[in-house]
């Protein structure tokens, strides 16, 4: 008997996660799977991949459509609080952008959502985002570097533009021009996810 249970408590640890982590993702309408039935955004899938390979027991979608970097400045120190996540996936600033709220603005509620996530203890992965060139190119080009910006000032995996691989694709786009339909829906999370599985499964030293 005190060898099976042995043996039970063996395969308990081999099947367990590999690392339990709950994952938070704050964006906008790109990660609210905007359109499209919840299940079908990267968001979602993200989450069927992590359970999958035993990287991650949760993943907590507080994405809004319309969402601002100050409304998720607004509603961060909540989440922090309510979900203890290990990692926060900051994915905001389009509509800021498509506002033109001034750049300051943005940069300095991003920065502080850096920091609020840090000092709870979670790691926090950037993903950054373009938009058109209403504003003229001194604007966008400016938009644009605060992603690379705060990931060098705060050493931070980037996600360079969540779009890349589809925002030039009318047949992955819906009829807006301005948010992935379902089929980008897997090519997002291909973009994420390298930038991604190393916070998951550190290199061994």
Do not use: C
């Not at 079908?40 to 390979?53: F, P």
């Amino acid at each position: 008997m005190r060898s099976l249970i042995s043996i039970l408590f063996v395969l308990v640890v081999w099947v367990s996660p590999l690392q339990a982590k709950t994952l938070l993702v704050l964006g906008d309408s790109l990660s609210a799977a905007y359109g499209l039935p919840a299940e079908q955004g990267w968001v979602s899938l993200l989450e069927q991949e992590l359970q999958q390979r035993r990287l991650a027991d949760r993943v907590v979608n507080a994405s809004i459509s319309g969402e601002t970097s100050s409304g998720g400045l607004q509603r961060l120190p909540r989440l922090l609080a309510d979900y203890r996540p290990d990692l926060v996936l900051l994915e905001l600033g389009a509509n800021d952008g498509l506002r033109g709220t001034p750049l300051q603005v943005m940069e300095q509620n991003l920065r502080q959502m850096v920091e609020l996530s840090q000092a709870s203890g979670a790691d926090v992965m950037l993903i950054g985002i373009r938009i058109p060139p209403n504003y003229g190119p001194q604007y966008t080009q400016r938009f644009y570097s605060i992603y690379p910006d705060l990931a060098r000032e705060y050493q931070l995996p980037l996600v360079p533009f969540l779009l890349e691989r589809v925002a030039l694709k009318p047949q992955l786009m819906q009829s807006d021009g301005l948010h992935p339909t379902a089929a980008a829906q897997p090519i997002l999370l291909q973009t994420v996810w390298p930038h991604l599985y190393p916070l998951l499964v550190p290199e061994e030293s």
